[in-house]
């Protein structure tokens, strides 16, 4: 069964910084392109920063020198560093791969 679960959201300050993950099962990562998403309340799903097969990395402009995607093929979970967020970044963050979505992992960035 293909599975991916995100953990590691949770309420932060302004400022702050949060590390998500997104553990596979029944794939392995690091053979696709794994992207990560958000949404935030009354507004549609965007994407935030993916990594592809071969390495490469795209970050949405807005997020680029405060988002870094990464993967680690032992554990087969990539992640999302956050840093400097800002309360605009609060919503659900779900991660994809191979047209398979995670539940979400709620992220709340508020003083």
């Known amino acids: 069964q293909l599975q991916l679960v995100e953990s590691g959201g949770g309420v932060v300050q302004p400022g702050g910084s949060l590390k998500l993950s997104c553990e596979a099962s029944?794939?392995?990562?690091?053979?696709?392109?794994i992207g990560w998403f958000r949404q935030a309340p009354g507004k549609e799903r965007a994407a935030v920063s993916c990594?592809?097969?071969?390495?490469?990395?795209f970050t949405a402009r807005s997020k680029k020198g405060r988002f870094t995607i990464s993967r680690d093929n032992v554990k087969n979970t990539v992640y999302l560093q956050m840093n400097d967020l800002k309360p605009e970044d609060t919503a659900v963050y779900y991660c994809?791969?191979?047209?398979?979505w995670g539940q979400g992992t709620q992220v709340t960035v508020s003083s």
């Open positions: 994809e791969g191979l047209g398979v």
């Open positions: 029944g794939f392995s990562l690091d053979d696709y392109s």
């Open positions: 990594l592809h097969k071969g390495g490469s990395t």
